[in-house]
Nanobody, 124 residues
Framework: QVQLVESGGGLVQTGDSLRLSCVAS????????MGWFRQAPGNDRDFVAT????????NYADSVKGRFTISRDNAKNTMYLQMSSLKPEDTAVYYC?????????????????WGQGTQVIVSS
């Protein structure tokens, strides 16, 4: 089993930056693709970014492309989401996820493990 724990969320202002972390435990996730998703109040959970097992292939939602950067450090069993130029519409609970595949995916239901989420609030 894999346990995922997110951290780094908080309250920031428009234009600020924030870095989220997702630490995996239970087993190494170095061979797993991972991703970030977010859910705003009243909305479905949306895809944000995904990264393959080695970290050299990434994909982003159009809404965050150019502002967010996903990365991972397999030696630390950790994934990151660097968020910059934050907007109020980025306000959401952010979840990290891992899937038993080397390839990333935009589809939330293809992921096998999920964290509990970390809240990000961007004030205008």
């Amino acid at each position: 089993q894999v346990q995922l724990v997110e951290s780094g969320g908080g309250l920031v202002q428009t234009g600020d930056s924030l870095r989220l972390s997702c630490v995996a435990s239970g087993r190494t996730v170095g061979s797993y693709a991972m991703g970030w998703f977010r859910q705003a109040p009243g909305n479905d959970r949306d895809f944000v970014a995904t990264i393959n097992w080695s970290g050299d292939i990434t994909n982003y939602a159009d809404s965050v492309k150019g502002r967010f950067t996903i990365s991972r450090d397999n030696a630390k069993n950790t994934m990151y989401l660097q968020m910059s130029s934050l907007k109020p519409e980025d306000t959401a609970v952010y979840y990290c996820a891992a899937r038993r595949s080397i390839r990333g995916s935009e589809k939330g239901d293809s992921y096998d493990y999920w964290g509990q989420g970390t809240q990000v609030i961007v004030s205008s």
